[in-house]
């Protein structure tokens, strides 16, 4: 019997080929694209100069002045945002067109880079989903994905996870980027630039950066039609996939990009050849080009020559983050009406061998769409869309059992877990304190001497991971390992380095740190060291994206799209000098999570990467799980309110509670929704072992709940005198517990934005 | 040892010796086959290049302190080429390594595996098995701006575009092959290493589609982009700095033998460097002296008739101050011309693989 079918309600989109759908269509049946060289005179500077900007007048006229002013990223998303959520009617509550619940409307967005607020600094990746959701009531599941140019497709395919897996009933799915100055200067820095507007698959000789924001409003077949609105396309599936071939170039063969293609058909339960249209992503540079007529006739035969394909990147150019909604958005309107958009600029005089699409539009019957996106750190998708059917019995998305079966923190308490639970037992604390790789390098050297130093703990902890949970699998196999990176803001170095260089002078970027300043570098950087080829993504929110990563990786085990996914978080920021020199011990630890006396968490660096495997899997090779992941939650929303609904896990009674404290204030909101809903249970953090290293704090409390189920040890609160909710008694003040324990319950916590609660049970 | 493909080869081709091999130097006119091999797609006999598997718990760390390069997370999708050194740094072989599920797989250069076998052996370590593979196992090389187009009429097309040193377990008339996509000509270049039996049907499938080069036309194309030749170019005593192999040991490794050697000679900076030059009449013998403004400065290593130069094409090791293009030398008396490498730009560079 056939899944839930997952349908397209609403669409919304602005970008430089139409403010709103309907305009957006005009233009692309028209062949009118929206690319003009920048007038901004800060971009003189450079040679190439064409972009697809978005009017401001069009911002404008469609949000109130005041509304996020002075934030252009947040100000897109909600103009989409609002569109998409008009047109699917789920505004309009009454009888007939029941609004889905706030808890059960989630958003999930996609997003290539980090963009600053009104006063010029970078804000949290996550912040734009939080302003759309916030401005929306959205309380449902809130998801910041950044696979770079895969980004926007990615959230699409993520969104139609949540709504089978029944944690929500519509999710706003979509992607939004602007135009940046320091990405321009990258991109031109890499020489991947057209100097006039670019012209995908004939001449390839470079792109044009764009900016703009796609939604679409995913929702049940069934929910849709009783609430009486028609559903304009199914999102029949999706396939990921990494390269797991260079930082920013694809892999010449088009192994990736046809093995995404191939997952999201497998998916779909289509073949190739039900395919009538593929959306390409038609960057215009000659690598991809070339790349994608290799993943056509991979995945298409004989048959390829026959597929039209064509890339509407020639009218908005590469919106990066929104491309993938962006043309998600062009693939709906495409199925609608029957009419495949033309790839534009297309030389004519240009030898093709596949249906390009070349300059105008194509009226033909179209039932189905691929629509692929491929980006830097070798991530690929390829969303399917189809006509929507009748409605039809469905059963619901499978469940299957899964453990964590390898841990590998790489934090200043230690290297690998044996090193991290003699520090435990040992009482050490340390917070801010480097983690330490002397002495063993964990990637083939020709790699790891260029690598930053996120990618470098990435893949330390990976590599400790894979040989804790003694997973040997033949290379084979690999091409089916998940990788999930979970990071709040990626590498800093690079970050850092890369904007530096621009400051200096915007045509001598530095590229090297360019190529590692999209979230997802490190991730790739992982699955190029372990040669993981199989579903990937990265998913950036704050400290609360290892649990959600978790969940990512469960929904991936439960869809059977994987057995064994590596789930690894990390984040950096500048070591703290110790008082001394580098060797000197700390004499201040930080502040005690929980205790009342603490006002700021020490920073860290850290990656944390834990093995999640289906049960069957690590049965059938004689694993020795840690623990069996038995539930996870996550609520969003502003303040201590998300707090106790994250922590309604249904028969949740565990031993231990790992909370997401790090030694704020407003820890003593969790700690008192914990003891007032798990009375019996001890509470620990691991900040009080490594202080607050974001995205690895969060992942470190996963790894230590699964340590404490199996082995019976948790980091002791040492130091804790006044707790700022319940006595000691209720806290772990001595790191043996009482033994192993039937159930642990990880936190983790991005504040105002998601929380996040892992039940984890012994084996 | 002679090549399994021997008598499959034409009744008129010309063997030679090279260390321990007896291989075709050319089938028919060198001239053509040169031609071949740099125009389009050249299929070659590398029986002479020995196979050696290393398996065994200790593989990995075995093979890691006998190559002097990294080959610690060598993957079964990868190969890279490394030298073997001796304890003085001397080179013993440059091989090609494969990652393989249970270890690696050595392949020597041409006629050089007896010596690789027993400098293994001697250094053999408990848990690391060494096998010498050549009485089951033989190569079969494809070298040319067309050679991609082979593969995938021979084949697969999906090979053909593989990254460079990429390496995957596939079949070919269902037969298990590996195929790599490898070249030491500047050229699209793969190899198959394929069972003896199954040897002599792959070598006249890919007859279908390509023509036979032998060692000569070879090793002209190899030393044309200054791809090393150790036969030729690791004369006695030589450093790896002085033949310029620097590329093919990693001294960042914390052990391998000959690093100590090696590490001396880097950072002593002594000895001669080794540069390539054109311009003299006729070869001059390897040992010829080299002189700049009279002085003697160094001998030449090798030379060579370049056909795609249309010129003498030789390596000369000089002081390092005259390691540099564009310099003006007399070797023999007669003035030659200091070059860069590549000496001639290879076709396969402007020819994408479609």
């Known amino acids: ?763 | 040892m002679a090549s399994v493909l021997a008598s499959l080869h034409p009744e008129d081709t010309v063997y030679g010796d090279v260390g321990d091999a007896t291989v075709p130097l050319r089938f028919s006119s060198f001239p053509q086959e040169y031609q071949v091999l740099r125009e389009r797609a050249a299929v070659l006999d590398l029986g002479g290049h020995r196979l050696i598997e290393i398996t065994g718990p200790a593989a990995v760390d075995f093979a890691q302190r006998v190559l002097a390069r990294d080959v610690e997370y060598l993957t079964s999708d990868r190969c890279m080429m490394s030298l073997v050194l001796d304890e003085s740094g001397q080179v013993v072989d440059q091989v090609v390594a494969f990652g393989r599920e249970e270890g690696l797989l050595l392949e020597s250069s041409c006629g050089a595996g007896a010596r690789l076998l027993d400098h293994l052996l001697a250094h053999a370590e408990e848990g690391a098995e060494i096998a010498d593979r050549s009485a089951d196992l033989t190569v079969i090389g494809l070298e040319g701006p067309y050679a991609w187009g082979v593969v995938g009429r021979l084949i697969d097309g999906e090979l053909a575009s593989l990254p460079f040193e990429s390496v995957v377990d596939t079949t070919w008339n269902g037969v298990d092959i590996v195929f790599a996509r490898t070249g030491y000509t500047g050229e699209y270049g793969y190899q198959m290493i394929v069972p003896r039996q199954a040897a002599p049907g792959l070598w006249a499938g890919a007859l279908e589609h390509a023509q036979a080069a032998g060692q000569e036309a070879l090793e002209l194309a190899m030393l044309e982009v200054r791809q090393p030749i150790p036969r030729h170019e690791a004369t006695p005593g030589a450093s790896v700095i002085e033949i310029g192999a620097n590329w093919l040991v990693d001294i960042t490794k914390d052990d391998f033998v000959g690093r100590a050697a090696v590490l001396e000679a880097f950072e002593t900076g002594g000895g001669l460097r080794t540069v390539g030059f054109t311009g003299c009449e006729g070869v001059p013998a390897p040992g010829t002296r080299v002189l700049a403004g009279g002085q003697d400065v160094g001998e030449v290593v090798y030379a060579v008739q370049s056909a795609g130069l249309g010129a003498t094409l030789g390596l000369a090791r000089v002081d390092p101050e005259l390691a540099a293009a564009g310099l003006g030398l007399t070797v023999g008396g007669v003035d030659v011309t200091t070059l860069t490498s590549p000496y001639i730009v290879p076709k396969s560079w402007s020819i994408p693989i479609i």
């Open chain 1, 1 to 763: 019997m056939a899944l839930r079918p997952v349908v397209v309600t609403g669409l919304g989109i602005i970008c430089a080929a139409g403010r709103n759908p309907e305009e957006f269509w005009t233009r692309l049946t028209t062949a009118r694209g929206g690319l003009a060289p920048i007038e901004d005179e800060a971009f003189a500077v450079f040679t190439a100069r064409h972009a697809g900007q978005v009017p401001d007048e069009w911002i404008d006229a469609q949000l109130p002045a005041g509304e996020q002013a002075g934030d252009r990223t947040a100000r897109l998303a909600l103009v989409a945002a609002r569109q998409a959520v008009e047109q699917a009617g789920v505004e309009q509550a009454g009888p007939a067109r029941a609004a889905p619940a706030p808890d059960r409307f989630g958003i999930i967005l996609g997003k290539c880079q980090a963009t600053p607020g009104p006063a010029g600094r970078y804000q949290p990746m996550h912040h734009t989903a939080d302003v759309v959701a916030e401005r929306l009531g959205l309380r449902g599941p809130r998801i910041l994905v950044s696979t770079a140019c895969a980004a926007g497709g990615n959230a699409v395919g993520l969104a139609r996870d949540k709504i089978l897996t029944g944690e929500a009933d519509a999710v706003l799915a979509g992607g939004v980027d602007p135009l940046l100055f320091g990405t321009y200067a990258g991109f031109a820095g890499l020489q991947a630039l057209s100097t006039g507007p670019c012209r995908p698959y004939s001449r390839s000789d470079g792109l044009n950066l764009g900016e703009g924001a796609a939604f679409l409003l995913l929702e049940p077949l069934d929910l849709a039609l009783a609430r009486g609105v028609t559903p304009l396309a199914e999102v029949a599936g999706y396939g990921l996939s990494a390269d797991a071939y260079h930082a920013t170039a694809p892999d010449p063969t088009g192994r990736g990009g046809a093995s995404a293609v191939r997952r999201a058909l497998a998916e779909a339960g289509l073949t190739p050849g039900d395919v009538h249209y593929v959306s390409g992503h038609g960057t215009g540079t000659p690598a991809n080009d070339a790349m994608e007529a290799k993943v056509m006739r991979l995945v298409f035969g004989e048959r390829a020559a026959r597929v039209p394909t064509s890339s509407i990147k020639s009218f908005v150019g590469h919106t990066l983050g929104a491309a993938g909604a962006v043309e998600a958005v062009a693939s709906v309107l495409a199925l609608r009406h029957g009419v495949a958009p033309p790839t534009i600029g297309f030389d004519d005089g240009a030898q093709a061998d596949l249906d390009y699409v070349p300059n105008q539009a194509r009226a033909m019957p179209i039932d189905t769409v691929v629509s692929n996106n491929y980006a830097f750190g070798g991530n690929n998708v390829s969303l399917v869309l189809a006509r929507p059917r009748d409605p039809v019995p469905y059963e619901p998305a499978p469940r299957r059992q899964a453990v964590i079966s390898g841990l590998g923190p790489v934090t200043g308490a230690g290297t690998g877990i044996a090193e991290t639970a003699a520090a435990i037992a040992a009482g050490r604390r340390a917070a801010g304190q480097a983690p330490s790789l002397e002495g063993r390098t964990f990637a083939p050297r020709s790699l790891w001497r260029h690598m930053n130093r996120l990618s470098r703990l990435a893949i330390a902890a990976s590599r400790l991971a894979w040989e804790d949970a003694e997973l040997k699998l033949p290379r084979k196999a690999l091409d089916d390992v998940a990788l999930v990176f979970a990071t709040g803001a990626g590498s800093a170095e690079s970050t850092g380095g890369f904007d530096d260089s621009i400051a200096l002078n915007p045509n001598k970027p530095a590229v090297l740190s360019f190529s590692n300043v999209v979230l997802n570098a490190t991730g790739g950087a992982v699955c190029q060291t372990l040669g993981l080829r199989g579903p990937t993504t990265t998913l950036c929110n704050g400290a609360a994206s290892a649990s959600i990563a978790l969940d990512c990786a469960l929904e991936m085990i439960d869809a059977g799209k994987a057995e064994v996914v590596l789930v690894v978080a990390a984040d950096e920021t500048p070591a703290r000098p110790a008082p001394g020199g580098a060797s000197a011990p700390f004499e201040d630890d930080g502040p005690v999570p929980y205790g009342a006396e603490a006002v700021e968490p020490v920073t860290g660096s850290g990656a944390v990467a834990f093995v999640v495997e289906s049960a069957d899997h690590c049965a059938a090779r004689g694993g020795r799980p840690y623990a069996r992941v038995a539930g996870t939650r996550h609520a969003a929303g502003e303040g201590a309110e998300p707090v106790a609904r994250s922590l309604a896990l249904p028969g949740a009674a565990p031993g231990l509670v790992v909370g997401a404290a790090t030694g704020l204030p407003r820890d003593g909101e969790e700690a008192a929704a914990v003891l007032a809903r798990m009375p019996g249970a001890l509470l620990t953090a691991s900040a009080a072992l490594i202080g607050d290293c974001q995205a690895a704090t969060g992942a470190m409390n996963i790894a230590l709940a699964a340590l404490a189920v199996r082995d019976g040890l948790a980091p002791a609160l040492t130091g804790l005198t006044a707790p700022l909710a319940g006595d000691r008694g209720s806290y772990v003040t001595r790191p043996e517990l009482a033994g192993p324990m039937a159930s642990a319950l990880a936190l983790t916590a991005a504040h105002d934005s998601v929380r996040g609660a892992v039940l984890l049970e012994a084996v």
